[in-house]
């Protein structure tokens, strides 16, 4: 499949004439990865967690799942997880003996059963023989039971130990570092990470220059000190119509507009120049 990209790959003098031309709508905009800026927190309840280890550091590529950061209650977590352990063995144990024991209490009781002797001194051994039978049947129900319960609680500590850990929920780059070691995680996260394979362009246009905004429509992205502009598509259309973000820096400039953000993807070549650039202020023209 041909992109627009490479069907429209033209000249710099061609971008630079287009981007200072008149034709088509303009609007200032922002460079965004496609994943967007994940900020990455802790699953410890509202009490908050507190940093033990951090595994990572800024500018790391990570794999999705890799573990980020360890918490300070990892010990004690782990502890009760070996004790929960620990207390299932310990009753399956008695569960085990008990099973012996109600095989030997059948015995008994069918062995008092077809004894022929004296016939009140038969019946009172035999019903001796069946109580201590039907308490090790209620018995193994109880350590059934037991071990049952034993064991959602295992499962319970191993969840939270899990939860002693903070893993990448997406492959990409460590961004920004903001809790350390001996820490604990605030408001603000963990850190911050994106995938930068792709970048977008987020451009604020004005809600009476929407409907002339189409999905696939070409666009040009320019900033100041940058060697060209990129070439960028409409990919997505916001529904939102919101105050805008970004300003102008004429002082004549209405700075109380309604916009909606439209989400344009920017050319391969882009990537390399604007992965370090991310939530810069850009210049956008829709080409008609």
């Known amino acids: 499949m041909i992109s627009w990209f490479s069907m429209h790959a033209g000249s710099y003098a061609d971008t630079a004439a287009l981007v200072s031309s008149n034709q088509g709508i303009g609007a200032l905009g922002r460079i965004e990865p496609r994943s967007r800026v994940i900020k990455i927190s802790h699953n410890a309840g509202p009490e908050g967690a507190q940093v033990r280890q951090l595994l990572v550091q800024e500018g790391d590529l990570v794999n999705s799942g890799d573990k980020l950061a360890i918490l300070s209650d990892h010990a004690k977590r782990k502890a009760e997880v070996e004790a929960a352990k620990t207390f299932v ?15 030997f209490n059948q015995r008994e009781f069918q062995r008092y059963q ?3 002797q ?35 609680k295992q499962k319970i500590a191993e969840a939270e130990l899990e939860n002693t850990f903070i893993h990448a929920p997406i492959a990409g780059t460590v961004l920004k570092i903001l809790t350390r070691p001996g820490e604990r995680i605030k408001d ?35 900033a100041t000190g940058l060697s060209r502009a990129y070439r960028a598509q409409v990919r997505e259309i916001g529904f939102q119509v919101k105050k805008n ?35 810069r202020q850009v210049k956008i023209r829709f080409v008609p």
């Open 118 to 152: 004296d016939a009140a001194a038969s019946e009172s051994q035999a019903d001796s023989k069946r109580l201590a039978l039907q308490q090790s049947e209620t018995t193994i129900q109880r350590l059934s039971a037991e071990i049952a319960n034993a064991r959602f």
């Open 245 to 279: 973000d970004l300003n102008d820096t004429d002082p004549l400039a209405d700075i109380d507009n309604r916009i909606v953000e439209v989400r344009l993807t920017l050319e391969a070549d882009a990537v390399g120049v604007l992965r370090h650039q991310i939530f």
């Open 188 to 222: 603000s996260g963990l850190l911050e990470m994106a995938d930068l394979s792709q970048l977008d362009a987020v451009a604020e246009v004005y809600e009476a220059d929407l409907l002339q905004i189409k999905p696939e429509q070409q666009a040009l992205v320019s």
């Open 89 to 103: 063995t310990v009753l399956e144990a008695q569960l085990k003996t008990e099973r012996h024991l109600l095989a």
């Open 114 to 116: 077809s004894l022929q």
